[in-house]
């Protein structure tokens, strides 16, 4: 059942489903980043996840390799994505993992380790070109 709900999850994600991705989440679910910030409640965590969608509107998870226990996966594999750089579409792709806590039939926490500095870098020059052509 936990690696059901997991799923889903991740294909409400490449799906850009926002009702499908909180439909998988506890009322208690705490998102935490790469950089170790920490996301919690309904309307933040549809605005995050909507605001992460509408940034990387091709966002996409590839799972390779998965190992659990009772109430958590570990996933690893890529996260990709594309940023528009003077009308340019750049895309990107990055290793990643994800620690998924289950509880319950629902996500309760979802942690995502992963190098952004590739996708931090390509944002930043999203920005100054957006900021030149101003």
Same mark, same amino acid.
């Given at each position: 059942?936990?690696?059901?709900?997991?799923?889903?999850?991740?294909?409400?994600?490449?799906?850009?489903? @926002?009702?499908?991705?909180?439909?998988? @989440?506890?009322?208690?679910?705490?998102?935490?980043?790469? &950089?170790?910030?920490?996301?919690?409640?309904?309307?933040?965590?549809?605005?995050?996840?909507?605001?992460? @969608?509408?940034?990387?509107?091709?966002?996409?998870?590839?799972?390779?390799?998965?190992?659990?226990?009772?109430?958590?996966?570990?996933?690893?594999?890529?996260?990709?994505?594309?940023?528009?750089?003077?009308?340019?579409?750049?895309?990107? &792709?990055?290793?990643?993992?994800?620690?998924?806590?289950?509880?319950?039939?629902?996500?309760?926490?979802?942690?995502?380790?992963?190098?952004?500095?590739?996708?931090?870098?390509?944002?930043?020059?999203?920005?100054?070109?957006?900021?030149? &052509?101003?």
């Amino acid at each position: 059942m936990q690696e059901e709900v997991v799923h889903k999850l991740i294909e409400a994600i490449n799906q850009h489903h @926002l009702d499908g991705i909180l439909n998988c @989440l506890s009322n208690d679910h705490i998102l935490r980043d790469s &950089r170790g910030d920490t996301v919690k409640g309904a309307e933040t965590l549809h605005s995050a996840w909507g605001a992460y @969608l509408h940034i990387f509107p091709d966002y996409h998870i590839d799972v390779e390799e998965k190992a659990s226990n009772e109430n958590t996966i570990l996933l690893t594999g890529w996260a990709s994505g594309s940023v528009k750089i003077d009308n340019k579409k750049v895309n990107w &792709r990055i290793p990643a993992a994800w620690k998924v806590r289950v509880e319950n039939g629902k996500v309760s926490e979802w942690q995502v380790f992963a190098d952004n500095s590739v996708v931090q870098t390509l944002l930043s020059e999203a920005h100054a070109s957006e900021f030149e &052509r101003d």
